[in-house]
C-alpha cells in the first residue's frame, strides 16, 4: 500500500516537472515589478489580479522595498544585469539617472499608443533630457497644498483666507485662541522644500519666473525669488514651539490628531489622512496670494512613471502590462483606491478633496527645482532644503540662500556661471 | 611537523581571510576603480584619472562640504573623548574600589552598549521630540522651561546632543575596558606604594595610570575610528542630509549621500562619492598606524 503510494506520488511529481503547464497551453511568462510603495501593495496586488485574468499567460509578482533604500537596491541590481521587468521610477532626474545610462526600455507611440492622450506636462516627468524619449508610463501627478481642519476652523469661525494677510490673520487668532495654526516643522529639509512650493510661486511669478530661470534668462539670486522665500520666515510664529525639530512624521500625527489647525504638505495626503482618523474632516485651499483678484498658483508634478527594464528577456509581455497601466480603467482604479490623482487623462475623481486639488490645478506651476534642477548633483532640491532649514534656524538670510543654490547649481548649469 | 602546523593556521584563518578579502579587501578596491571613472547616472563611462577629486576640491559646495564634515568629526572625537571616555575612566576608578552594588551598577553600565544602535536612535528621538518628547516637559515641570529647545533640530545644539546620545550608549565600554586594565594591575604595587605613604591620588597617577596605557591606546584609537567612521547614528536620528543645514554632517553621511543619494532629493554622484571613501579610508589607516606606533611607545611594560 506504502510503496503504491509513493509510486504514485512520485509519477504525479514527475508528470508535473515534464508537463508543467504547457498541457494547458503555453508556459506562464513570470514578471517581476519592483517598487517603493509598500503601503500600495493591495492595490498593486488587485490590479495585477485583474491584468492577470485577462492574461492567463503573464504571471506578475509585485515586490514593495523600504523607499529610503530604493534607488540603492535597484541601482545595484540594474547594475548586476539584473533587476526587475518592470520598473516603479521616479520622474525627471530620478528618471534619468537610470534611463541615461541605457538601463530603461525607450518607449514610442507605436508600442504604447495610449501615451499620445497624456498631457505633455505630464510626459515631461517621463522624458530623458539626453535624448528627448520616454521612458515610462506616468502614474500620478502631486500637487501642493494647505489643509485645513473643519471643525477647527468651525469652532473658531474662521473661514478659508482669500488673500496672505487673511491667512497671517487666521493664524494669529488660532494662536490667540491657544491652537497650534501650522503643524510643519524644519526637521527634514524637504518638508521644507514642500512648504516653499506652496508659499513662494504666488510671490516670485509663478511660471514666468520658472521658464526665465530654467532657460537661464535669470537665477535664484534674483529679488523676486528671495523675497518670496522670505514669506516663509512669517509663518514662523505660527509654527509649533521647537518647529525645526519637528520632524514629518510629528506633522502628520498632529494634523491627523487635530493637535493643529492647518498642514502645508502634498496631495498624496489625502489618502493618509483618511485612512488614520476616520473622523478628520479637512479641506484643501491653495497658498493665499498677495491679493484677493489674483488666481493662485499651486506646484504640481508628475510623480513617477512605471518603466521596463531594458534587458528584460519578456519584453512582450512588459509592454503588455505596461500598456494596462496606461489604460482608463487602471487610472480609474488608482485614483478611486489610493485618493491620488492618477496622470492618466480621463480619471473621474469622486473624492471631494482631490476634486478641490483638480481644480487649482487649473493655474498649476512646475515644483521648480524637482522639474527643472534635478538633473545632475548637485541637485536644486539638495542645495535649497539645506539652506532653507539655515533660513528657518535663523543662520542664513533669503538672500544667502538664492546665493547658495545658484553657486551649486553653476557646476553644471553653464548659464548660471559668472552670473 | 611544522608544515602540519602550518596547514592548520591556514585552515583557521582562510574563513578570516576570505570574509575580509570580500568584504573589506574587494570594496575598498572598487571604491578606488570607481574613483578614477566617470559617471552618467549609474552608469559608469569612461577613465576620468583625476577629475573626481579635483571635482571634489575645487567645485562648491563639495569644498565646504568635505571641510565641515571633516571638522564634526573631529569635534565629535574630541567631545568623545573629553565626556565619554573620561567619564567611562572615572566610574571605573569608583568602581575597581567595589563600592556597594558594584556588580549591578556594571551591569547598567554596559547596558546601553548592548542595545541596537537602531532602538538608541529613535529612543533618544522621541524623548527629544519638542511636541510630544519627555525632555522638554520635564524642563518646563521643574521651572526650567526656558531651556526646551529643539536640540536636534537647531544648528548649535544638534551636533553636541547627538555625540551625547553616541556617549551615553558607549559610556559602558571605555568603563569595562579601564576597570579590566585597573584590576590587571598586581594588588602588590598599589599596597606597596601604600606602605611607602603614597595618597590615594598618587596611588592613582603614579601606578594606576601610567599602568592602564595599553587600555587607553585601545580606547583612543576606537574612539577615532568611531568617530571618523561615525555613520549609523546620525542616520538614524537625523536622516542622511546633516540636518539641519549640515550642522551633523560627518564624513560617513557625505559619502553615503553623494554615492547613493538622498531619497528623491538628491542623485546618485558615485564618481566623487568613491573618491570621499578614498580619502577616508586612506585618512584613517596613515592617523591609526601614526596613533598606534606614538601611543605604544609610553606603554610601560608590567613585570
Known amino acids: 500500500m506504502m510503496r503504491r503510494l509513493c509510486t504514485a506520488l512520485i509519477a504525479v511529481a514527475l508528470f508535473a516537472t515534464f508537463f508543467p503547464a504547457s498541457v494547458l497551453g503555453q508556459e506562464p511568462v513570470k514578471l517581476t515589478f519592483w517598487s517603493w510603495r509598500t503601503e500600495d501593495k493591495w492595490v498593486y496586488d488587485r490590479m495585477i489580479r485583474l491584468f492577470q485574468t485577462r492574461n492567463p499567460g503573464i504571471k506578475i509578482e509585485f515586490i514593495p522595498f523600504r523607499a529610503p533604500e530604493y534607488a540603492t537596491i535597484l541601482s545595484t541590481g540594474l547594475t548586476a544585469g539584473r533587476g526587475p521587468d518592470i520598473i516603479h521610477l521616479r520622474a525627471y532626474g530620478g528618471l534619468e539617472t537610470f534611463a541615461a545610462p541605457g538601463f530603461i526600455a525607450p518607449l514610442d507611440f507605436e508600442q504604447v499608443p495610449e501615451l499620445k492622450r497624456f498631457p505633455l506636462q505630464t510626459i515631461a516627468g517621463a522624458r530623458s533630457r539626453k535624448d528627448g524619449r520616454i521612458y515610462g508610463v506616468p502614474f500620478a501627478t502631486q500637487t501642493l497644498v494647505i489643509f485645513y481642519n473643519k471643525k477647527i476652523f468651525a469652532q473658531h469661525n474662521l473661514t478659508v483666507p482669500k488673500t496672505w494677510d487673511q491667512f497671517l490673520t487666521v493664524m494669529r487668532t488660532l494662536k490667540d485662541k491657544g491652537v497650534v495654526p501650522l503643524a510643519n516643522g524644519g526637521k527634514e529639509g524637504w518638508t521644507l522644500e514642500v512648504l516653499s512650493g506652496v508659499i513662494a510661486p504666488n510671490f516670485y511669478g509663478g511660471t514666468t519666473f520658472f521658464e526665465a530661470v530654467t532657460r537661464g534668462q535669470t537665477t535664484f539670486r534674483e529679488p523676486a525669488y528671495t523675497n518670496a522665500l522670505a514669506k516663509m520666515l512669517e509663518l514662523r510664529p505660527y509654527m509649533p514651539t521647537g518647529f525645526m525639530g519637528v520632524d514629518y512624521a510629528t506633522m502628520q500625527q498632529m494634523f491627523i490628531n487635530e493637535q493643529a489647525a492647518m498642514f502645508i504638505g502634498g496631495s498624496w495626503e489625502i489618502g493618509f489622512f483618511k485612512a488614520q482618523n476616520k473622523n478628520l474632516e479637512f479641506g484643501v485651499f491653495a497658498a493665499p496670494p498677495e491679493r484677493a483678484d489674483q488666481i493662485p498658483w499651486v506646484s504640481s508634478y508628475a510623480d513617477g512613471n512605471y518603466g521596463i527594464n531594458a534587458k528584460t528577456p519578456h519584453m512582450e509581455a512588459a509592454l503588455k502590462f505596461i500598456r494596462f497601466t496606461a489604460t482608463l480603467e487602471f487610472g480609474q482604479m488608482f485614483t478611486d483606491l489610493l485618493a491620488q490623482m492618477s496622470a492618466v487623462p480621463g480619471v473621474v475623481v469622486r473624492n471631494p478633496q482631490l476634486q478641490q486639488v483638480q481644480a487649482m490645478n487649473r493655474k498649476a506651476t512646475p515644483y521648480i527645482m524637482l522639474v527643472g534642477f534635478r538633473w545632475q548633483a548637485p541637485t536644486g532640491s539638495t542645495l535649497l532644503q539645506s539652506a532653507l532649514q539655515g533660513m528657518m534656524a535663523g543662520t542664513l538670510t533669503p538672500a544667502q540662500v538664492g546665493e547658495e543654490v545658484t553657486r551649486g547649481l553653476s557646476s553644471w548649469i553653464d548659464a548660471f556661471r559668472g552670473r | 611537523m611544522r608544515a602540519g602546523r602550518r596547514l592548520w593556521l591556514a585552515i583557521f584563518l582562510a574563513p578570516a581571510v576570505v570574509l575580509f578579502a570580500a568584504f573589506v579587501t574587494y570594496p575598498i578596491l572598487s571604491a578606488l576603480a570607481y574613483s578614477l571613472y566617470s559617471w552618467e547616472g549609474i552608469g559608469r563611462r569612461g577613465f576620468a584619472g583625476l577629475a573626481n577629486f579635483i571635482r571634489l576640491f575645487t567645485t562648491f559646495p563639495y569644498p565646504r562640504l568635505l571641510v565641515g564634515a ?234
Open chain 2, 70 to 303: 571633516f571638522w564634526h568629526n573631529v569635534v565629535v572625537f574630541g567631545l568623545t573623548m573629553l565626556i565619554q571616555n573620561i567619564t567611562g575612566l572615572a566610574l571605573a576608578l569608583i568602581l575597581a574600589r567595589n563600592p556597594w552594588g558594584a556588580r549591578a551598577y556594571r551591569a547598567i553600565f554596559f547596558l546601553p552598549v548592548t542595545l541596537s544602535l537602531v532602538i538608541v536612535g529613535f529612543l533618544w528621538g522621541l524623548f527629544l521630540n519638542p511636541v510630544f518628547g519627555v525632555i522638554n516637559k520635564t524642563l518646563g515641570m521643574v521651572g526650567l522651561g526656558a531651556l526646551a529647545r529643539a536640540w536636534l533640530g537647531e544648528p548649535e545644539t544638534a551636533l553636541i546632543t547627538l555625540t551625547l546620545i553616541n556617549a551615553w550608549r558607549w559610556v559602558g565600554f571605555p568603563t569595562i575596558v579601564f576597570l579590566a586594565g585597573i584590576n590587571a594591575v598586581p594588588e602588590d604595587y598599589l599596597e606597596a606604594a601604600r606602605l611607602d605613604g603614597a595618597s590615594e591620588w598618587d596611588v592613582t597617577r603614579r601606578i594606576i595610570f601610567p599602568l592602564l596605557a595599553p587600555a587607553v591606546t585601545i580606547i583612543v584609537i576606537l574612539t577615532f575610528i568611531g568617530s571618523f567612521n561615525w555613520f549609523e547614528l546620525p542616520y538614524v536620528v537625523q536622516g542622511v542630509s546633516g540636518a539641519p543645514n549640515r550642522a551633523t554632517d560627518v564624513l560617513g553621511l557625505l559619502f553615503y549621500r553623494t554615492a547613493f543619494g538622498e531619497v528623491d532629493t538628491g542623485l546618485q554622484d558615485i564618481g566623487v562619492g568613491s573618491a570621499i571613501a578614498v580619502l577616508m579610508f586612506l585618512m584613517l589607516v596613515t592617523v591609526s598606524t601614526v596613533g598606534a606606533v606614538f601611543l605604544r611607545r609610553r606603554e610601560v611594560e608590567m613585570g
